[in-house]
């Protein structure tokens, strides 16, 4: 039996479709609330931290703010190194807290541990991208005020955060006393000392990264702050300024003061009982990685202006139109199950938070939410973040798949460090250098430039975006190619087949492997669509061909090595059994003890050393059985079927990337019930802390995984080796209906199922073919196509046996 758990945890979050509500304050589980109330926009992010700060004595807080792609690097110490060991780590940083407001109530400070909290509520609105708080409070000398609170992150100027507090005098008339202020000086995160040992922490820093560099005010209530890098040398620098709106009748005076990397405005106001005080602080962020040194005061000057220009107000408008076009996309409406209806909201929501979008960074594992995995990007983002863009929001799929044209460089030197040719991506990183201490759950996933490969292959199928494959793609696809032609041998003994050694799969739980399945069908499968590419440019495009030719010294001879190797690329496979085998040996192992494995010892990485579990047929997460989603044209049903029975009930779903392929294949083999759980593992990951760490961050995977899991899973979506899309929907008996939204080639396509017929209609665009289970069906602007859902094939949801 599978390792999750046997009943799904209680929902910690009240199933609301649009928002994510916390209607009482509590202490406990406070640095878990902050992730799930994080706010970002692909630049910057931060977390759902109270302006007052955290005062409670259960629970931590961790006031995080995070710059995609800004870090700094340390020196990684190894006891025992060896060469090509990177020598240099990279950490996504917590910078300059800027969204620090106090509030002073005729000389007490407001904060929820104090006094009488008569009134609470915080609610993050996935419509409008506002974090709105309201709270009643009654001071110890009883003294009560209301306060609203408004946070954005724009999503429409990258550089801009926003906060709007208001304070209105509810039984009294006195002075309050609004304290604006930000931080440069950042605490280590509570309870950072003890990490147990757990590898997917972020590392903790023996000594700050930022330095104070200087700090000025502009005398208008306003300030900056200069800061640096301590090793990487990037530059900061963080501004904020301020509207105050107070009635007629109001007195207020103003004071500055700066300590440092701290800066403090004061305005001291008086009220009349019933009358309310606001002030807009309005924040911005700039580095020079993404900015000239010499221009960051202009350029932030020119944020704070415009903001100032356009109020809160102004931009939380702009906020909501911007989100409005979003979810006309990427919106997936499921009737019947309001708590997986509010997951799949507030995933996409968080998605678009944390992408980059600049094509010079990524998505973290954890994306903008938390420091677990310290901001580095995996290959999450190309298996899993990637299609969710690519079918709902194409630009931002472009840009990051730039991402990794612009390491290119990176990765050929790794490869040669690795004394291949060509180029190897790093496994994990943030400014393109690999980063991982542990290669044999590091460097040795080469598999990453394959999954690459197959990112691109699938973008430029959906978006029919040729540009960028003759631009950027190609020369990534025929580097990464060159490092599989140089890294693999044609072996003997197996009657000349292609082999690759010494790799690890998508499963950590087996390392240094030969012949990883998933590894030499995705390598097979890149290599041929690198041969495609080069007879696509030769023939359409044979400047740009020549010209990537010269630049990198391709030759014909090389390409045609690349289509010999795919053609002869071995592929274990187990004739008893009927199954393809992970890799040479791990059919000959003993199975793990999970009889005799009690629920605490998991995730086992925490609990036995590497070589007790590398000894033992068990997973981590889904290997061969992602290769039968992502290559399902290579496998018949009854083989997919095979498969996942023998390998399903020996993965422990240790990593938030398993469950969703598990549910894809589940639904496509015709066991609905396992891949109902599956999905609602996948879907609340966060919301109700399925895995126990959402405190660290989000699961940004798991996120796009349970986008997938509806889209690829119950819509039974693929893009066939032509590009062309089929669907094979079945639905859940938990549900009434289903609706999502794919974009194909610049058309917009819906798709509603319920349990009778499937609806195809098209939004925008002139026509388009697709394929309804083998059913070739042209759709046409204004006429909706209807197909009964079958009882007779596997989008029905009979259970299917081999």
Same mark, same amino acid.
């Given at each position: 039996m599978n390792k999750l758990p046997d009943e799904h945890p209680a929902a910690l979050q009240s199933p609301r479709e649009w928002?994510?509500?916390?209607?009482?304050?509590?202490?406990?589980?406070?640095?878990?609330?902050?992730?799930?109330?994080?706010?970002?926009?692909?630049?910057?992010?931060?977390?759902?931290?109270?302006?007052?700060?955290?005062?409670?004595?259960?629970?931590?807080?961790?006031?995080?703010?995070?710059?995609?792609?800004?870090?700094?690097?340390?020196?990684?110490?190894?006891?025992?190194?060896?060469?090509?060991?990177?020598?240099?780590?990279?950490?996504?940083?917590?910078?300059?807290?800027?969204?620090?407001?106090?509030?002073?109530?005729?000389?007490?400070?407001?904060?929820?541990?104090?006094?009488?909290?008569?009134?609470?509520?915080?609610?993050?609105?996935?419509?409008?991208?506002?974090l709105h708080r309201v709270i009643e409070w009654e001071s110890p000398a009883g003294h009560r005020v209301l306060i609203h609170i408004r946070r954005l992150v724009s999503l429409t100027h990258r550089h801009l955060a926003a906060i709007h507090y208001e304070v209105t005098a509810l039984n009294f008339a006195g002075t309050v006393s609004i304290i604006s202020a930000m931080d440069g000086e950042i605490a280590e995160a509570d309870g950072a000392?003890?990490?147990?040992?757990?590898?997917?922490?972020?590392?903790?820093?023996?000594?700050?990264?930022?330095? =104070?560099?200087e700090a000025g005010s502009d005398g208008r209530g306003g300030g900056w702050l200069k800061q640096r890098t301590r090793h990487s040398r990037f530059a900061l620098l963080t501004a904020m300024s301020h509207r105050l709106a107070l009635p007629p009748s109001a007195?207020?005076?103003?004071?500055?003061?700066?300590?440092?990397?701290?800066?403090?405005?004061?305005?001291?106001?008086?009220?009349?009982?019933?009358?309310?005080?606001?002030?807009?602080?309005?924040?911005?962020?700039?580095t020079s990685r993404d900015t000239r040194e010499e221009e960051l005061r202009m350029r932030s000057e020119e944020v704070l202006r415009l903001a100032e220009t356009r109020g809160f107000d102004g931009l939380a408008e702009e906020q909501r139109a911007y989100l409005d076009a979003f979810w006309s996309r990427a919106d997936v409406e499921i009737a019947g199950d309001p708590a997986l209806q509010q997951g799949l909201r507030f995933n996409a929501f968080g998605l678009l938070q944390s992408a980059g979008r600049d094509g010079w960074t990524s998505m973290a594992a954890k994306g903008l939410t938390g420091e677990g995995y310290e901001g580095h990007y995996?290959?999450?983002?190309?298996?899993?973040?990637?299609?969710? =863009?690519?079918?709902?929001?194409?630009?931002?799929?472009?840009?990051?798949?730039?991402?990794?044209?612009?390491?290119?460089?990176?990765?050929?030197?790794?490869?040669?460090?690795?004394?291949?040719?060509?180029?190897?991506?790093?496994?994990?990183?943030?400014?393109?250098?690999?980063?991982?201490?542990?290669?044999?759950?590091?460097?040795?996933?080469?598999?990453?430039?394959?999954? *690459?490969?197959y990112g691109i292959r699938q973008y430029v199928q959906a978006t029919g975006d040729e540009d960028f494959l003759v631009r950027q793609g190609a020369e990534i696809l025929f580097e990464t190619s060159r490092f599989w032609a140089d890294l693999g041998h044609y072996h003997p003994a197996r009657g000349g087949a292609f082999c690759i050694d010494g790799v690890t799969g998508p499963d950590e739980y087996t390392a240094l492997v030969n012949n990883n399945a998933y590894t030499n069908l995705m390598a097979r499968e890149h290599l041929r669509y690198a041969c495609e590419t080069a007879e696509l440019l030769r023939e359409r495009y044979p400047s740009e061909y020549a010209r990537l030719g010269?630049?990198?010294?391709?030759?014909?001879?090389?390409?045609?090595?690349?289509?010999?190797?795919?053609?002869?690329?071995?592929?274990?496979?187990?004739?008893?059994?009927?199954?393809?085998a992970q890799d040479d040996t791990f059919l000959s192992k003993q199975k793990w003890d999970f009889a005799g494995t009690p629920p605490?010892?998991?995730?086992?990485?925490?609990?036995?050393?590497?070589?007790?579990?590398?000894?033992?047929?068990?997973?981590?997460?889904?290997?061969?059985?992602?290769?039968?989603?992502?290559?399902?044209?290579?496998?018949?049903?009854e083989e997919k079927i095979r498969n996942y029975r023998y390998y399903e009930p020996l993965t422990t779903h240790d990593s938030?990337?398993?469950?969703?392929?598990?549910? *894809?294949?589940?639904?496509?083999?015709?066991?609905?019930?396992?891949?109902?759980?599956?999905?609602?593992?996948?879907?609340?990951?966060?919301?109700?802390?399925?895995?126990?760490?959402?405190?660290?961050?989000?699961?940004?995977?798991?996120?796009?995984?349970?986008?997938?899991?509806?889209?690829?899973?119950?819509?039974?979506?693929?893009?066939?080796?032509?590009?062309?899309?089929?669907?094979?929907?079945?639905?859940?008996?938990?549900?009434?209906?289903?609706?999502?939204?794919?974009?194909?080639?610049?058309?917009?396509?819906?798709?509603?199922?319920?349990?009778?017929?499937?609806?195809?209609?098209?939004?925008?665009?002139?026509?388009?073919?697709?394929?309804?289970?083998?059913?070739?069906?042209?759709?046409?602007?204004?006429?909706?196509?209807?197909?009964?859902?079958?009882?007779?094939?596997?989008?029905?949801?009979?259970?299917?046996?081999?």
């Open positions: 928002s994510l509500v916390e209607d009482v304050y509590e202490e406990k589980d406070n640095q878990r609330r902050e992730s799930l109330f994080s706010l970002g926009n692909g630049y910057f992010g931060m977390r759902g931290h109270f302006e007052e700060g955290y005062h409670g004595k259960e629970g931590a807080s961790v006031r995080g703010n995070y710059v995609n792609g800004f870090y700094d690097t340390a020196p990684i110490h190894y006891p025992e190194g060896a060469y090509g060991y990177p020598s240099e780590g990279q950490a996504m940083l917590n910078v300059t807290d800027a969204g620090i407001i106090q509030l002073v109530v005729e000389g007490e400070t407001f904060h929820l541990n104090r006094g009488q909290v008569r009134f609470y509520k915080r609610v993050l609105h996935m419509q409008s991208g506002v000392a003890d990490r147990g040992g757990d590898p997917r922490l972020g590392a903790r820093r023996a000594e700050p990264s930022l330095l =104070f560099e007195a207020v005076s103003q004071s500055e003061q700066q300590d440092g990397p701290r800066l403090l405005v004061q305005y001291d106001v008086a009220l009349h009982r019933g009358d309310t005080a606001s002030l807009s602080k309005f924040i911005s962020i700039h995996f290959w999450d983002t190309e298996m899993y973040v990637l299609p969710f =863009f690519t079918f709902t929001t194409p630009e931002i799929g472009r840009a990051l798949l730039e991402f990794r044209y612009r390491t290119l460089e990176q990765a050929r030197q790794r490869a040669k460090v690795m004394s291949q040719r060509g180029a190897l991506y790093p496994w994990r990183t943030i400014g393109g250098e690999e980063n991982s201490a542990y290669f044999p759950a590091g460097t040795a996933q080469a598999h990453i430039n394959a999954d *690459i490969a010269r630049e990198i010294g391709l030759t014909e001879e090389e390409v045609r090595e690349w289509q010999r190797a795919a053609d002869k690329m071995y592929v274990p496979y187990d004739e008893e059994l009927g199954i393809t605490e010892k998991y995730p086992l990485l925490l609990h036995y050393h590497p070589l007790v579990i590398y000894r033992h047929q068990v997973l981590k997460q889904a290997d061969l059985v992602l290769a039968l989603f992502l290559l399902g044209e290579q496998f018949s049903l938030s990337l398993s469950p969703c392929i598990h549910s *894809i294949i589940a639904a496509e083999i015709g066991e609905l019930d396992a891949a109902y759980d599956y999905f609602g593992q996948t879907v609340r990951m966060d919301l109700d802390d399925v895995n126990g760490n959402a405190k660290d961050g989000l699961h940004t995977a798991a996120m796009a995984g349970s986008w997938m899991a509806v889209v690829h899973g119950f819509g039974g979506m693929r893009l066939d080796s032509s590009g062309r899309l089929e669907f094979r929907p079945v639905l859940p008996p938990q549900w009434e209906s289903c609706r999502f939204k794919v974009m194909h080639r610049g058309q917009l396509i819906e798709v509603f199922f319920d349990r009778e017929q499937v609806v195809y209609t098209l939004r925008e665009g002139e026509g388009l073919t697709i394929q309804h289970v083998g059913e070739p069906l042209a759709i046409r602007p204004g006429e909706p196509v209807r197909r009964a859902i079958s009882a007779n094939h596997p989008s029905s949801g009979g259970h299917l046996v081999s």
